[in-house]
C-alpha cells in the first residue's frame, strides 16, 4: 500500500504562476506585439507611397541623371539594371549615369565594372561617374545629392528594391521616379530578395530618422555645372 506522502507527491497540482512573474510575461507579450505592430507599419510606410514607377524606359519623363545601384558584378541584377541605364540615356532620358556601387576592397569594384559594362552597351565614357562609396542604398542617395549635387533623377534598380530606394530619395529631399530594372526572372533568390527588403526597410526608416551619415563623404564633385539648366520630372 502506498503511503500518503508518496501519494501527495506524485499527485500535486503543477504550482501557478507567481503574481510578479505572471505579470511581467503580460507585458513582454505586449511590448511585443507593440514592436510587431510598429515594424509592420513601417514597413508599409516605406513600401506603400504614391511613387512614379516605371516599367517601361520609354515611358520615364526626362530628367537629368540615372541613378544606377549596384548589384554583383556580372550577376543578371548588375547586367539588367545597366541595360536598363543605358536604354534610358540612348533613348535620351537622362543626360548622365552615375553609377553607385561597392569598392570597399581593391580586389572589388562594382562601379568600374559597371561603368565598363555600360562602355560596351554604348554609353560614352564621358557621360558617366563612379561613386566609390555607395556601400548601402542610403549612402549612395546622401552622396549623390551631398557630394555629386544631383536634384532629380531616375533610380535604375529592380521593382523589390525601388520603393526603398524611392522613400529614401524622397526623405534626402531628391526629386525622382524609378524604373524597373527586372528584365529577366531571377528564379528562387527572388524570395530572399522579398524578405530582405522587410528588415532593409526597418533601417532605412532609422537612417532617416536618426539623419545617418556615410561612412565617407569628402569633396564635392557636381554630376553637371552649376550654369546647367536640367529639365525638372513631369
Known amino acids: 500500500m502506498e503511503s500518503t506522502e508518496n ?35 513601417i514597413y508599409q510606410e516605406v513600401e506603400n507611397q504614391p511613387y512614379k514607377i516605371y516599367s517601361d524606359a520609354k515611358m520615364v519623363p526626362a530628367t537629368s541623371a540615372a541613378i544606377v545601384f549596384g548589384a554583383g558584378i556580372g550577376s543578371r541584377e548588375f547586367k539588367d539594371r545597366i541595360s536598363t541605364a543605358a536604354t534610358l540615356y540612348k533613348l535620351g ?26 562602355i560596351r552597351d554604348g554609353v560614352p565614357a564621358a557621360d558617366i561617374t563612379c ?7 542610403y549612402d549612395s542617395l546622401y552622396r549623390a545629392k551631398e557630394i555629386f549635387e544631383v536634384k532629380q533623377a531616375v533610380l535604375v534598380t529592380q521593382r523589390y528594391h525601388l520603393p526603398r530606394a524611392m522613400f529614401l530619395a524622397q526623405k534626402l529631399g531628391l526629386e525622382v ?3 524597373d530594372a527586372g528584365i529577366q526572372s531571377y528564379g528562387s533568390i527572388q524570395s530572399w530578395y522579398d524578405f530582405r527588403e522587410i528588415l532593409a526597410a526597418e533601417t ?26 536640367t529639365p525638372r520630372l513631369q
Open 131 to 137: 561613386d566609390y562609396a555607395g556601400f548601402r542604398t
Open 7 to 41: 501519494m501527495d507527491v506524485n499527485q500535486a497540482p503543477a504550482a501557478a504562476p507567481a503574481p510578479k512573474r505572471r505579470r511581467w510575461l503580460e507585458i513582454s507579450g505586449l511590448v511585443s506585439a507593440l514592436v510587431i505592430v510598429g515594424l509592420i507599419a
Open 93 to 118: 532620358k537622362v543626360k548622365k549615369l552615375l553609377m553607385t556601387g561597392d569598392n570597399g576592397q581593391l580586389s572589388y569594384n562594382e562601379p568600374q565594372a559597371m561603368k565598363d559594362e555600360a
Open 177 to 179: 521616379t524609378g524604373v
Open 204 to 229: 532605412a526608416w532609422l537612417d532617416v530618422m536618426t539623419d545617418h551619415k556615410p561612412k565617407f563623404l569628402g569633396k564635392k564633385e557636381p554630376l553637371f555645372p552649376k550654369d546647367d539648366v
